[in-house]
Nanobody, 125 residues
């Protein structure tokens, strides 16, 4: 029902920036909430931020300040602007979506049934 395709990952030096994109193909499914997550090698997946269709945003506390989530509803595209990247930001970054309009939109991975394949971000020191 929903296909999500991330892009924009790559390799950058510490202090650099990247902008990730996630293109959503929804067919007849109405997305209510989208989120960004990441998973570093050997670590559990963690939330970054989430955004409702109405534009309200929530960030995981540790991600505030350097990461900015946004969306273009007309293009069905989700973005993640990442600034001042550090080696510890190295991870596979995933976007996710759900259509539960009565559920709180939080960056909690258990709430999302639809996931993209991920895009790799590598930050070197």
């Amino acid at each position: 029902q929903v296909q999500l395709v991330e892009s924009g990952g790559g390799s950058v030096q510490a202090g650099g920036s990247l902008r990730l994109s996630c293109a959503a193909s929804t067919y007849t499914y109405n997305i209510a909430c989208m989120g960004w997550f990441r998973q570093a090698p050997g670590k559990e997946r963690e939330g970054v931020a989430s955004i409702r269709q109405d534009g309200s945003i929530k960030y995981v506390d540790s991600m505030k300040g350097r990461f900015t989530i946004s969306q273009d509803n007309a293009k069905n595209t989700l973005y993640l602007q990442m600034n001042s990247l550090q080696p510890e930001d190295t991870a596979m970054y995933y976007c996710a979506a759900h259509g539960y309009i009565f559920r709180d939109c939080q960056p909690l991975d258990t709430a999302f049934p639809y996931w993209g394949q991920g895009t790799q971000v590598t930050v070197s020191s």
